[in-house]
């Protein structure tokens, strides 16, 4: 960092601090830009020069305490079982939305086009583990359906608390998170089980290469959905075990 730039940083950062303690204070997560200024110690022109407005303040707040989140998140010893990390990872994503309600509604609660940074940053890290337990052989689905899956959960989840004040342990979470888990991750194998034969998989393939593209007789939409990705669930185990369909 050069030392002219230095000065630029520390400002960016006294008003980004003094916004997020705004936000903070306040019940609906509202502020002016006047009232940041004044805490930041900075004239307007300064803070538009910074962020060209507010909505761009609020975005650059943010990602700063999401980051600040993430790197704690991340800091953290892996347990060596990747579903006990998706739970720890669950219950810390819904202590942080409850705990910020104000940042945590700038990057859920706003309708927008995609995703904000931060929010998108946590999808990755989601997609990550998703993928840890697809090589482990513990999911359902495959790896970019089930991140969607918790994230919509966790997302819709944590926007409720917040709405109607709830606290961080209550019981509503922990019978999501663990209707998510069941639904999405698989039990580990039971030692001694028949393992996936190639003719199980040969069969998985002719059975989802005959299904339609539309509905299945009776089956729902989502049990037909889920049947296709327990067919091609068995392919993936059979290729993570070395075995292959002939």
């Known amino acids: 960092m050069t030392k002219e730039a230095s000065p630029a940083r520390r400002t960016r950062a006294l ?21 940041v200024c004044e805490a930041a ?8 020069h910074h962020f060209g407005d507010k909505d761009g303040l609020l975005r650059e707040v943010a990602e700063d305490r999401f980051s600040r989140y993430l790197t704690r998140k991340q800091a953290l010893e892996t347990t060596g079982d990747p579903v006990e990390n998706f739970l720890r990872g669950w219950n810390m994503h819904v ?14 609660g706003c309708p927008m ?17 998703m993928r840890e337990l697809e090589r482990a052989g513990r ?14 959960a966790a997302v819709g989840l944590t926007l409720h608390l917040i ?12 019978i999501v998170r663990d209707a998510v888990t069941a639904a999405v991750i698989s039990p580990p194998a039971v030692p001694g089980a028949p393992s996936v034969t190639p003719q199980l998989v040969r069969a998985a393939a ?20 889920l049947l296709r990705e327990w067919l091609t669930q ?6 993570a075990a070395g075995g292959a369909p002939s």
């Open 234 to 239: 068995l392919s993936v185990l059979s290729i």
């Open 15 to 35: 008003i980004i601090d003094a916004a997020a303690d705004l936000l903070a204070a306040s019940a609906r997560g509202e502020f002016s830009t006047r009232e």
């Open 95 to 108: 202590e942080f939305g409850v705990t910020n309600p104000a940042l945590y509604t700038i990057m859920y």
């Open 113 to 129: 086009d995609g995703r904000t940074a931060p929010a998108e940053h946590a999808h990755a890290v989601l997609v990550t583990m």
């Open 206 to 225: 002719q059975l989802e290469a005959e299904m339609p593209h539309g509905p299945v007789g009776t089956l729902r939409a989502s049990e037909t959905t």
């Open 41 to 48: 110690g900075v004239a307007a022109p300064t803070l538009y």
């Open 139 to 152: 999911l359902r689905m495959p790896a970019e359906t089930a991140a969607d899956m918790v994230d919509s």
């Open 163 to 174: 709405r109607t004040r709830a606290g961080v342990d209550d019981h509503l979470s922990a």
